[in-house]
């Protein structure tokens, strides 16, 4: 039996389609670095409060000028809050939970990861432009999920 | 008398429309939710909004649709295209007891919800913990739907052994491998449920590890998409062109688009964690790779499916390039909702596309956006098909006339128009930074006033889907009551240009199985075992609720 030649062609058609999508996806990956939050370590949820970085999280800065941020997220909000970065700076954060899963989320950027109990996320990012950002919780963690929701002050530049 | 379709009043009907009736009951409480969640989150305040109600309602509203509606409705579509094809239904028992059994874990869950006791949503993500009963519950509706799958393959088997060589018919394939599937699926829901959530919510274990639980559930989690969509293409492919007058394009491909559907609907779970610590980029660029894959089958039934349709018109004499479309049966209440269910699945197929492209979906993670988008898809191609199918079914199943025709042939374009203004709006939102899931919109000062327009226009869109799932729910039940008997109409299928009349490459459904296995072992086999390995501390139960 055979396939109609106008379906042949369609397919060909979705397939190179299909195809053209992930090599996008793919060379942007390699080239640009466009890739998910996806790092691996883990942490003792129970023992959060005596932990080095994370029982006081804070904004630190290296000695190589390497802006690291430190974020618990816990119900019903983010420490530390306000967190203070600076502008053009390639800023790492680290995340984890005291408690439940939450989301982290800086509201108009693509800074978005989840913050579980026992793991870390770790991204780093560039603000391009000085301000105040929200930081959302994303994932439902509560009666006052909505609630949740923290600030980041983006200082310097040339205004 | 099922030689020729007619199988109303047989006990087999009974049986398949009972599970339709639980489903259109569980449909119409969780629409009412449904409502209620677009105001609140718009900020209109209604008698007894509250925060624990929102997320109460959240959590009813996502288990009795995504779960309950879906699942019962599927069983009973299964039993009545098996009865109507097969013409036979081997082990009866089993069937009702799978019907109770889903039932009564049904109404234990529920029961947990609507006290307040299991406010963990339809994902359930521990270390949120439910009561215990909310669990199980589950795992019975899981199981009842395990032996309904069991005793349709049983049907087939005996069907086999009357006619050795030859191929299922069209509508059956597509039943089963919805079947094959959901095996395949919910083995990792097992595994959550069974050792991991149950025994720590009985307190036998004091710790989870809440990313190996979110694994687990997104194995789950997305071929439970394809096994709402599927049911909804066998009807696209099988009764759509035959309500219409038209033919079966190619029962070939149609057949090969199931098979590729049990192939890689599992092994792509990993589009749901892109946001997820514990899993590497790596494994989650493979799962990308098979999440797009995916979208050939779809691309396909597009094709077959609009082809088939034209056959139609042409048939019926239309010349020109795009006049066929004026001469299908628009008024037709049962075509009319598929029709606009198919054209609901193109903007979901875009919007999939975004989610699933591994960088893109930073923007999107858990925002507005992706409730939009379950709902143009789960919400209008799955759902609107399968209350199109209500219209198409009662009559066959029960032997009476559809009553309030009119409601039906509105309650499509009801939908249709609600959904596209809910879903638009969302979606805008979404992409401006609505986290999904809030129980007021106006979250800090300013984000809130950017976003308040446009929760506003879903908070209507979800009025008028209102509006709809009244419509729809008042036909099923004048029908159901008060329908006039009649003769009833008997079950008819597409008949294919070219039917498959040999044992093919897709038929060998046993064989597919194995291939879907083998797919699900190369993809979750390393980053599982890797996770297991990595020296890792669970996390004690929360209930914030």
Known sequence: MSVNVYERLWMWGAGGLIVLFLAVIGITAVTQAVQPPSHIETINPATLMDHPEFGDPQVKVGPDGKVTVSVVAEMFQFRPDPIEVPVNTPVMFRITSADVVHGFQIIGTNANAMAVPGYVSQFTMTFT????????????????HHGMVGKITVTGGQQ | MTSTGVIAGTPQARLAVSHIGVAIAAFGVAAIMGMLQGLSIADVEFPMRSESLYYMFVTAHGVLMALVFTTFFIMGLGYAICYAQLQRIVGMKTAWLGFW?????????????????????????????????????????????WLWGGVLIASYVSWKKDHPGQPVPMAMHGMLATIIVWYLATSGLAWEVLFMLIPWSMGWVETIDPVIARTLFWWFGHPLVYFWLMPAYVLWYTVMPRIAGGRLFSDKLARMVFILFVVLSTPVGFHHQFADPGISANWKFVHTITTFAILFPSFVTAFTVIASLEIAGRLKGA??????????????????????????????????????????NSMVHNTAWIMGHFHVTLGTTS???????????????????????????????????????????????????????????????????????????????????????????????????????????????????????????????????????????????????????????????????
């Open chain 1, 129 to 144: 432009k000085a301000g105040e950002y929200d930081i959302a919780c994303n994932e439902y963690c509560g009666l006052m």
């Open chain 2, 101 to 145: 059994m889903a039932v009564v874990g049904t109404v234990a869950a529920a029961y947990t919800i609507l006290t307040g006791q299991s406010t963990v949503l339809y994902t359930f993500y521990p270390p949120m913990q439910a009561h215990p009963l909310f669990y199980i519950g589950a795992t019975l509706l899981v199981i009842g739907s």
């Open chain 2, 319 to 360: 010349k020109g390039l795009f006049n066929w479309i004026g001469t299908l049966p628009w008024k037709d209440p049962f075509f009319l909702a598929m029709a606009l269910a198919m054209l609901s699945f193109t903007f979901g197929g875009f919007g999939g596309a975004i989610n699933a492209a591994y960088g893109m």
């Open chain 2, 383 to 545: 759902a609107l098909t399968f209350m199109g199918a209500t219209y198409w079914l009662l009559p066959r199943l029960l032997g009476r006339e559809l009553k309030l025709v009119g409601l039906a042939r509105i309650q499509p374009w009801l939908w249709f128009i609600g959904m596209g203004i809910f879903s638009t709006s969302f979606h805008i939102a979404g992409l401006r930074g609505l986290p999904r899931r809030v129980y007021s919109g106006a979250l800090a000062g300013e984000q809130g006033d950017a976003w308040a327009a446009l929760t506003s226009a879903g908070a209507i869109g979800g009025v008028v889907l209102f509006l709809s799932s009244l419509c729809f729910v008042s036909v099923v039940i004048a029908t159901w009551t008060s329908g006039r008997k009649v003769e009833a109409p008997a079950f008819e299928f597409a008949i294919p240009l070219e039917p498959v009349t040999t044992m093919g490459l897709w038929d060998r459904l046993g064989m597919w199985t194995i291939v879907g296995i083998v797919m699900i072992i190369l993809a979750y086999a390393y980053p599982l075992a890797t996770l297991i390995m990595t020296p890792r501390y669970g996390s004690p139960p929360f209930q914030p609720f």
